[in-house]
């Protein structure tokens, strides 16, 4: 694995000295960008779009061109593990993704397999290793996938949820059934993560998106503790180059400092923390990612300046340990011109705060 020739990511995750702090952004190459718009559309629908090597590395690649940027991700989605357990992917226009064939059935539930990631996700792995071909060692690729206990939401609602009464029901009534669930899942995002690394994958993030739902101790054991199961599994080193692991749990502020005890390299943090408290309590042990609320991309370009800046400001002194990102994924109705004024402003402000 040859190490990219802006590889101030990758230095950053393992809290190396830095010239500037490196910035990419959650759901990067997204709706709010035109050009992927008009990708979106030759390939039909979303699923389409995922299932294209050629197009996922196309639009991957665009947010590069766009902007300054030091890392890429795949572009894919964290449905793609149950849709290859047989689960049913599909798209309700204007209602987000849904299962043909929720799990609420104890024996659809006994009969749930980890997938071989090399043949129903192929797909995904042919747009890893295409990917790499076309960033040509310039900036590091990202690979990902959903927590299990994520997964599970929508395996087990059918689709997006405001309450979690399925899943929730489940984990009260049915704590086995639910650990069966995450088990199986926790095999197949470790088995896919490491096919994406094998692929081409230079480090590898879990999106815990809805993990911070949960109570303190349900999070603890139907979370975290899946989590620490991947990590450990995950493949950490190729080619003699370290594989940095980010682990991201939205809404969970809380559990710093168990999430970063798990053997992540990095704890990604959602707008609701402050980063300085947040590097206080666990910056000596993690690199930290984040965590500029999406919605500031809304304001004027001197607020977006603004506030970019109290966020490096609130980090602190020091040339390592931070990657700059959003505290959750980017909205398809930001203006992409202030996207510009994001990226330029980490870039120049953090490197006079290294003078």
Not at 154 to 165: L, T
Not at 312 to 340: C, K, M, R, W, Y
Request: hydrophobic share 40%; glycine share 10%; net charge negative.
């Amino acid at each position: 694995m040859t190490r990219p020739r802006n590889d101030t990511f990758l230095r950053a995750l393992l809290r190396q000295p830095t010239e500037y702090t490196p910035i990419w952004l959650m759901r990067q190459a997204g709706r709010y960008l035109p050009e992927y718009c008009q990708t979106r559309k030759r390939a039909g629908d979303f699923l389409s779009l995922c299932k294209s090597p050629s197009l996922a590395c196309e639009v991957t690649l665009q947010p590069l061109a766009r902007y300054d940027l030091d890392a890429a991700i795949l572009f894919s989605d964290i449905l793609t593990v149950p849709d290859a357990m047989g689960l049913g992917l599909y798209f309700e226009e204007g209602e987000g993704p849904r299962f043909e064939r929720p799990l609420r059935e104890e024996w659809a539930i006994r009969d749930l397999t980890a997938p071989d990631p090399f043949d129903r996700l192929r797909y995904v792995m042919d747009a890893v290793a295409e990917i790499r071909r076309a960033l040509d060692n310039s900036v590091p690729l990202i690979g990902f996938s959903g927590s299990p206990y994520t997964l599970a939401c929508y395996m087990i609602e059918g689709g997006g949820s405001k309450d979690f009464r399925h899943i929730k029901g489940m984990l009260y009534c049915r704590p086995d059934l639910l650990h069966r669930i995450l088990g199986v899942t926790a095999d197949a995002v470790t088995a896919y993560l490491n096919a994406q690394i094998e692929s081409g994958a230079q480090a590898a993030m879990i999106f815990d998106t809805w993990g911070g739902s949960l109570s303190a101790s349900a999070y603890r054991e139907f979370s975290l503790a899946y989590m620490r199961r991947i990590v450990a599994g995950l493949i950490r080193e190729r080619d003699g180059q370290r594989v940095p692991v980010i682990v991201f749990t939205k809404g969970g502020g809380l559990w710093l400092e168990e999430i970063a005890a798990i053997g992540c390299d990095a704890v990604g943090l959602d707008w609701s923390i402050d980063i300085g408290d947040a590097r206080r309590r666990i910056g000596d042990k993690v690199a930290l990612q984040g965590n500029l609320d999406p919605n500031v991309l809304f304001g004027t370009p001197e607020t977006v300046a603004a506030e970019a800046k109290n966020v490096l400001d609130a980090f602190g002194a020091g040339d390592t340990g931070h990657v700059f990102n959003l505290g959750h994924g980017i909205s398809q109705f930001t203006p992409p011109e202030n996207v510009t004024t994001l990226v330029d402003t980490v870039r120049s402000y953090s490197q006079l705060l290294r003078k």
